[in-house]
């Protein structure tokens, strides 16, 4: 069974810098691709970052070139974690954040290549 557990949201100020992590676990094998999505009130889900395991290559929003940047760690037991670094955030960059891990082909910028998904973490950018 896949699980897929994020944490690191919160509150900060525009223009801070926060961290978001998500573990994954269950995913028996290695071509698979991990993203972060976004939501916010009475908006549609949106893409925000993603990278495939198999070649480390990262996928970004052109909102957020530059500014957020998208890890991973591969441990033991099918476990993997992937960060996003979130810096110079904005105030409608509020939103849940959504982890997602994919073991399909397609495009990771859409949100149904996704197999997978994360509780969601708050973020929330406000002075």
Do not use: H
Request: charged fraction near 15%; include cysteine.
């Amino acid at each position: 069974q896949v699980r897929l557990l994020e944490s690191g949201g919160g509150l900060v100020q525009p223009g801070g810098s926060l961290r978001l992590s998500c573990a994954a676990s269950g995913l028996s094998t290695n071509n698979f691709a991990m993203g972060w999505f976004r939501q916010s009130p009475g908006k549609e889900r949106e893409f925000v970052a993603a990278i495939r395991w198999s070649d480390g290559i990262p996928y970004y929003a052109d909102s957020v070139k530059g500014r957020f940047t998208i890890s991973t760690i591969s441990r033991d037991n099918a476990k993997n974690t992937v960060y996003l670094q979130m810096t110079s955030l904005k105030p409608e960059e509020t939103a849940v954040y959504y982890c997602a891990a994919s073991t399909q082909r397609g495009s990771v910028r859409y949100s149904g290549t996704f197999d997978y998904w994360g509780q969601g973490t708050q973020v929330t950018v406000s002075s």
